[in-house]
């Protein structure tokens, strides 16, 4: 939705002066002051802009600034330029009508940015496109050409316009530009040769001087210094923030876009140049014969060197500098000139040759920018022209009085133009007109312009009368003349009021300008209106080979040879001035007015003594004072209803009829008097800006009261809103919750169900399981008994059939015996005697075949240990049967024996032998016959702890063992190692390795051992040999079976006996030293673990107790 805006939103101070309510001086100056320290620098008065200068550049002149203000009505946003740029362009190319926009102020007040910013403004929001562009691109680009060679630093401005510009763009019908012309006025052409103190030369100067490159200076002749020109003052020659040698290629740029070629650029820049030398140009007196004082010029190196460049004869020159040729009718008289004459002469060139360029410099970028085609365009002029000119401190001179008349014509067409517009609205919209009092200055115009008596006129009267003709003759002339005028003040005036008024020196005189009064010196005035360049001069510039400077000096042309004076400068500027105002007469103005808000060029300063003197040289009062004639503020119906139809409850909120009636409602509602407002065709007229302010401050309260509703209702809408959202929350939640516990509930009750039902189906299926357990228990007895019956009859009636059975049998064999007996009673005689024998015979024959063959298949496996036989058929084969399985058992065992190989052989026999030494005699025994004999159990030879005991016994070692050695005192074990040689016994430590006994095998006696499953063993020694001095030993081990075969069998060799005794006895004598004891051994309960315990019962006794074995 488009939001409506108005001036009259966030207004700082009043946006439209013609609003400002009391209106004064002062609530003026204050409400510029206010508008100005919030960055406003824009207000109007009605449709006219005030422009402050900001000093600093401010976001207000951005490409979305232009989109903001594009295509907006004029008051329907705060006050901007570019408002009014757009509201005149709009005009211009929707309403067909010529625009002007007249930029008017002090110098500095910021003229030439507003025509900038107008010009963008416009270039950014007509038409694009190639040529449009490139249009565009010319008529922009012609500002630093201009601004170049026109614009100075002045005390009052670094980039100053020293003269007046009027730029008319030219729009086709589509509102594209097509291109422009440009007017100039008044160049402040003075500068030239002589420059205030604080203030420059044009800016070319400067540029060219620092900006040229070497090579271009070379060729102009001309040094980088400035010091060497004259014409440059030194004074204030650099300026801070102004890059001349950067300008001077932006010029340059410009000058190429806008179309200047190559040599006429080269063309211009030598005669900026020869201007330079011109100054150097110096002179001497000199005295004639004849008493005439002439002039002689000092160096002629410059001037030559400008006639170089000029290509000009320099005697041609020199001559023109010392003579002054005048013609009259057919005279010709010349005169020589002083050295006074010949400098005003050097001077009086200077400023006209670069016054020419200067004019041919805007009829040449008008050549570039003149619209291509011839169709009818529509016009949109700039005029940026110096405002009201009066210093306090310097004298207001020639150019002062001519600037200022001329902004005395802008001020009259102002008030001509406003009170048209004004009345014409009147008409248009029907509303009574009431004559305005306003001030009328055609009386000061016509003091300045009048044909006869004007003082113009009478300028120029004194310029052509012959005779002596000074400045003081001019005055007497005003003060005779212009005496009785109500405008014009002299001291010498025969006016008796000014005869005493000191403020008013006797060589000035004063006029009351409309914006106030301004004191002209005379000194000068003739002179510039003169503005005499000798004809000399102007021949010799023609005769220059330079086609730029023959055309800027046509009346050097000797063919054409006008004795007519040329027109005086006030002529020349009061026409064109006239022609101006014809021109502006017939296009809509559109006014802006600028101003300076302190002296310093610094931002943030507003000097109120200042602006008061600009707001009366300007003439804004007075501007608001005609504003406001009739009635101070008009607006459309519609936004006029739309925006206060908040006050009335009849228009409220919506108003259904025509816009018109609905402010008339609206207006009947309001406690306004009538008279204050009147109804025109579109618009409402408001009389006093009263009125407006009381319809506002009633609007703002009402927009007050309407937010408050507005708000309420909007927090009980969302209150509200928010409400039912709970209540839609709550509901959901609650649902949901409910849900849950429902189903919580469900299934808990389905739960309890489910338990209830299994139990109720457990007892019923428990009590259906008695039931059908009863059932079939009685089925089962029945079945039992009936079985049982059922048995019992069958076998009742089994036992009969059997009965019957039996019967018949014995009936069949007795029957069958008793014709069996009768049939070999019968036959018996047929039989042969040996018949059966033979059968006999053949019959066991046959049966033992079987026997045999059956046995080939059935035999048992190799195996020596495979007791197994197939079992006899008949009982006749019990002694076969008996001898086979023997006989077969000694041919596998042979069988078996012949793959032993020799160790295995001897492993055998020692097995055979000690199966032969304990079969059936020790207990021992059996367990054994499985265990191989390994013989050295402790690796004796290999393993390195038992080197030294193996090093020591030096046979080869049959048997190593680690076995108990019973201590001869309490029958404790001892561990001794058991080593048995082919020689000896040895019993060594067994943690030392230490032999604690050696035994040679003679010597042993016999070995004793129980019949028991006990280890025990006793060495018993041959009486009187060696060994036997401690007496025998008894030993335990848990291989004895092997040491008792290996030492039976080794002992037997070594003693070169037949055998070793082995006594198997469960009590036999040993000899302990020289004690014979008994060594009984008995089976008792298994103690300590099912071992063999030993203990010493007596001196005779050695009790060893032997678990029994299960
Ligand atoms: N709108 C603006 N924003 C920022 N600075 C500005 C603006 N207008 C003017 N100025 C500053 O003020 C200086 C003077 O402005 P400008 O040259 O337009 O004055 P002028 O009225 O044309 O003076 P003169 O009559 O001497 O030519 C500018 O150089 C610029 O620094
Ligand atoms: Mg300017």
Redesign the pocket.
């Known amino acids: 939705m488009e939001v409506k805006t108005s001036l009259l939103d966030n207004m700082i101070g009043v946006g439209d002066m013609v609003l400002l309510e009391p209106l004064s001086e002062d609530s003026f100056i204050e409400n510029l002051r206010k508008r100005f320290d919030h960055n406003e620098?824009y207000t109007y008065i009605g449709s006219v802009v005030i422009?402050m200068?900001?000093?600093?550049?401010?976001p207000i002149f951005t490409p979305e600034k232009v989109e903001e203000y594009r295509n907006r009505n004029f008051y329907e946003l705060s006050p901007h330029i570019y408002a009014l740029a757009d509201e005149a362009y709009r005009s211009l190319r929707d309403q067909d009508k010529d625009q002007c926009i007249l930029i008017t102020?002090?110098?500095?007040?910021?003229?030439?940015?507003?025509s900038k910013?107008v010009m963008s403004y416009v270039a950014a929001v007509c038409g694009k496109g190639q040529e449009v562009n490139k249009v565009k691109e010319q008529l922009l680009q012609s500002n630093p050409v201009l601004e170049a060679f026109g614009?100075a630093k002045?005390v009052?401005?670094?980039?100053?316009?020293r003269f007046g510009k009027y730029m008319d763009i030219e729009f086709d019908f589509k509102g594209d530009p097509l291109g422009g012309v440009i007017s100039n006025y008044l160049l402040e052409k003075s500068r030239v040769v002589k420059q205030p103190r604080g203030e420059r030369n044009f800016h070319i100067f400067y540029q060219l001087l620092s900006g040229a490159s070497d090579d271009t200076l070379k060729k102009l002749k001309l040094d980088r210094d400035y010091s060497k020109y004259n014409y440059l003052s030194l004074d204030s020659a650099v300026v801070n923030g102004l890059d001349d040698a950067a300008n001077f290629r932006t010029v340059k740029n410009a000058m190429q876009i806008v179309g200047f070629m190559e040599d006429e650029v080269q063309s211009v820049l030598e005669l900026v140049a020869a201007v330079l030398k011109l100054g150097d140009i110096e002179f001497k007196p000199e005295s004639r014969c004849n008493g005439s004082d002439e002039s002689r010029i000092k160096d002629k190196n410059d001037l030559k060197e400008m006639c170089e460049l000029l290509g000009i004869e320099q005697s041609v020159l020199e001559r023109a500098f010392s003579y002054r040729t005048v013609e009259a009718r057919l005279e010709k008289v010349s005169t020589t000139l002083n050295v006074a004459q010949a400098y005003y002469a050097r001077d009086a060139l200077a400023k006209n040759l670069y016054s020419r360029l200067f004019s041919w410099l805007v009829t040449r970028i008008n050549e570039s920018i003149k619209a291509q085609t011839k169709a009818r365009h529509k016009v949109m002029g700039v005029l940026?022209i110096?405002g009201f000119e009066i210093f306090e401190d310097r004298d207001n001179s020639f150019e002062q009085f001519i600037i200022n008349y001329c902004n005395e014509k802008l001020q009259q067409i102002f008030i001509e133009l406003t009170l048209r517009e004004e009345q014409e609205e009147y008409v248009r919209e029907g509303i009574e007109w009431t004559n305005i009092e306003y001030f009328n200055n055609a009386i000061i115009c016509d003091l300045i312009e009048n044909h006869q008596n004007g003082i113009l006129a009478m300028l120029d009267e004194e310029c052509l009368r012959p005779g002596t003709v000074t400045d003081e003759t001019f005055l007497d002339k005003l003060n005779t003349i212009c005496a009785e005028h109500q405008h014009f003040e002299s001291r010498l005036s025969k006016n008796s009021k000014f005869l005493t008024d000191h403020s008013l020196p006797h060589n000035c005189f004063r006029i009351q300008h409309y914006a106030g009064k301004v004191l002209y010196r005379v000194e000068g005035f003739v002179d510039k209106n003169n503005d005499l360049l000798y004809r000399d001069l102007s021949q010799a510039m023609y005769k220059a080979n330079h086609s730029l400077i023959k055309q800027l000096f046509p009346e050097g042309n000797p063919g054409k040879v006008n004795l007519k004076r040329p027109p005086t400068a006030g002529f020349q500027f009061r026409a064109s001035v006239g022609t101006l105002m014809k021109n502006l007469q017939t296009k809509n103005p559109n006014y802006i007015r600028?101003i300076k808000p302190n002296d310093k060029?610094a931002s943030h300063i507003f000097t109120d003594s200042l602006v008061c003197h600009q707001v009366r040289y300007l003439g804004l009062m007075e501007n608001v004072r005609v504003r406001r004639a009739g009635y101070a503020f008009r607006q459309a119906y519609e936004p006029c209803l739309e925006r206060y139809k908040m006050l009335c409850k009849r228009t409220w909120p919506h108003w259904r009829g025509p816009a018109r009636e609905g402010v008339e409602v609206l207006m009947a509602d309001l406690p306004v008097p009538a008279e204050e407002f009147s109804f025109g065709r579109s618009k409402i007229f408001i009389r006093n800006p009263r009125t407006l302010f009381f319809l506002e401050e009633r609007r703002r309260q009402c927009l007050q009261d309407l937010a408050t509703l507005i708000q309420k209702i909007y927090r009980g809408w969302k209150c509200r809103s928010h409400f039912l959202l709970l209540k839609k929350s709550q509901i959901v939640v609650a649902a949901w919750y409910r849900r849950y516990a429902q189903e919580k509930k469900y299934q808990k009750i389905k739960s309890a169900t489910t338990v209830v039902q299994s139990y109720t189906r457990g007892w019923q299926a428990r009590k259906l399981l008695r039931e059908l357990k009863y059932q079939k228990r009685c089925e089962e007895a029945v079945t039992t008994i009936s079985a049982f019956w059922h048995g019992t009859q069958a076998r009742r009636e089994l036992r009969q059939l059997k009965e019957e059975a039996r019967n018949r049998h014995a009936v069949s064999v007795i029957w069958a015996g008793w014709q069996g007996t009768k049939v070999r009673r019968e036959y018996r005689k047929f039989f042969r005697a040996n018949a059966g024998k033979k059968i006999y015979d053949f019959t066991i024959q046959r049966i033992m075949q079987k026997y045999f063959l059956g046995l080939k298949s059935t035999m048992p496996s190799m195996s020596p240990i495979d007791k197994s036989w197939p079992a006899r058929p008949y009982r006749f084969l019990d002694g076969v049967h008996r001898e086979l399985p023997r006989i077969f058992h000694l041919w596998r065992c042979k069988k078996y024996r012949s793959q032993f190989t020799e160790e295995k052989k001897a492993v055998y026999e020692e097995k055979l032998e000690a199966s032969e030494i304990f079969k059936d005699k020790k207990a021992l025994y059996p367990s054994s016959v499985s265990q191989p004999f390994k013989g050295d159990y402790l690796e004796i030879s290999t393993n390195p702890k038992y080197q030294k005991l193996n090093s020591a016994v030096d046979e080869k070692v049959l048997l190593a063992d680690v076995v108990n050695k019973i201590n001869r005192a309490n029958g404790k074990g001892t561990a001794r190692i058991f080593l048995l040689t082919k020689k000896s016994v040895v019993l060594a430590d067994q943690k030392t390795g230490q032999v604690k006994a050696s035994v040679p095998l003679p010597d042993l006696a016999s070995v004793s051992v129980s019949t028991q499953s006990d280890g025990f063993f006793a060495l018993r020694l041959k009486e009187g040999s060696a060994s036997a001095v401690k007496g025998d030993f008894l030993l335990s081990s848990e291989h004895l079976i092997e040491i008792i075969t290996k030492l039976h069998r080794t002992g037997a060799t070594a003693a070169d006996s037949k055998q070793l005794n082995v006594d198997i006895s469960d009590e036999f004598l040993v000899q302990f030293k020289h004690d014979k004891v008994c060594v009984k051994f008995i089976q008792g309960a298994p103690k300590n673990g099912n071992s063999v315990s030993c203990k010493r019962k007596n001196n005779r006794l050695l009790e060893v107790s032997v678990p029994t074995t299960a």
């Open positions: 620098i422009s200068n900001p000093y600093r550049s401010l102020g002090e110098s500095g007040a910021g003229k030439t940015e507003a910013l614009n002045t009052r401005n670094d980039n100053s316009s940026d110096y600028c060029k």
